[in-house]
């Protein structure tokens, strides 16, 4: 995975509020130096009031559903949704991504199977060259967002047959 990606793999799992600056406390009296080289106030007027400031609401986090859609039973590995959501699955199709992940490898980022199958999705070393032409190496498949990643590109490619048709 290159880096650019990895960076903004990485700035998109933090939950960043923005903070707005208040400035209205931060008003400088300006002085003038007067031709005797005294130092007098300026003269200000007064300070127009300001209306508070409008409350805005919290921005929207990515969190995942209690359950999912198509059954009752608990989201698997619900703490990888919002890596999910970063590195691009779509929204509606992570809950079925997730029951693969604890199906592959139970929800480790370091799975190795008998079989060659690397990571969270278990995506096989067939598979190494066409993702290496997509900037994804070895190493990222044993990352929590390489991994995910990889599948993604898997997914979009070939649909669900690399996991056998999903969970």
């Not at 989201?75 to 999910?84: N, S, T």
């Not at 370091?110 to 060259?129: C, I, K, M, P």
């Amino acid at each position: 995975m290159n880096k650019l990606l990895a960076l903004t793999v990485i700035a998109a799992l933090g939950v960043v509020a923005a903070a707005g600056l208040d400035i209205s406390d931060a008003r400088h009296r300006s002085k003038r130096v007067t031709a005797a080289n005294s130092v007098t106030p300026a003269t200000t007027t007064p300070p127009a009031t300001t209306p508070p400031p409008a409350t805005t609401p919290p921005p929207a986090t990515t969190t995942p559903p209690a359950t999912t859609t198509s059954s009752s039973s608990p989201l698997r590995c619900p703490e990888l949704y919002d890596v999910a959501v970063a590195v691009g699955w779509p929204v509606k199709v992570i809950p079925k991504m997730l029951r693969t992940v604890y199906r592959e490898s139970r929800c480790n980022p370091t799975a190795r199977s008998r079989t060659a199958d690397s990571g969270l999705l278990q995506v096989n070393d067939v598979n190494l060259g066409w993702l290496a032409a997509r900037n994804v190496t070895v190493d990222d498949l044993y990352t929590v967002p390489g991994n995910l990643y990889a599948g993604l590109l898997l997914w979009r490619a070939y649909g669900w047959r690399p996991w056998r048709g999903g969970a």
